[in-house]
Nanobody, 125 residues
Framework: QVQLRESGGGLVQAGGSLRLACAAS????????MAWFRQAPGKEREFVAA????????DYTDSVKGRLTISKNNANNTSYLQMNNLNPEDTAVYYC??????????????????WGQGTQVTVSS
């Protein structure tokens, strides 16, 4: 059974940085895309970033462009989300997900098959 495990969350001051990691426990994920979503209290889960299986294509929601960078290492089935210049609006539980999608990166959670348990990111002002 596929398991995704996020790590790297924590408390940081505004303007600071964090690096999240998402490790897939088993299986071959060739042609699967990896994505990051986040969910703040009282809000719906929203798309943050996604990356193609070969790492050549990425997509970001507008609010994080220029500050967050998604990458992946296929050798160890791990995706990373480097988060710089964080602000309090980035506070949320961050989830990684994988799915076999094609064409334009989908921004809806239902398009992704496997999910991690989430990691809390808190940005203080």
């Amino acid at each position: 059974q596929v398991q995704l495990r996020e790590s790297g969350g924590g408390l940081v001051q505004a303007g600071g940085s964090l690096r999240l990691a998402c490790a897939a426990s088993t299986g071959s994920f060739e042609y699967y895309r990896m994505a990051w979503f986040r969910q703040a209290p009282g809000k719906e889960r929203e798309f943050v970033a996604a990356i193609s299986w070969d790492g050549t294509k990425t997509d970001y929601t507008d609010s994080v462009k220029g500050r967050l960078t998604i990458s992946k290492n296929n050798a160890n089935n791990t995706s990373y989300l480097q988060m710089n210049n964080l602000n309090p609006e980035d506070t949320a539980v961050y989830y990684c997900a994988i799915g076999k999608t094609y064409g334009t990166f989908p921004h809806t959670p239902s398009a992704y098959t496997y999910w991690g348990q989430g990691t809390q990111v808190t940005v203080s002002s």
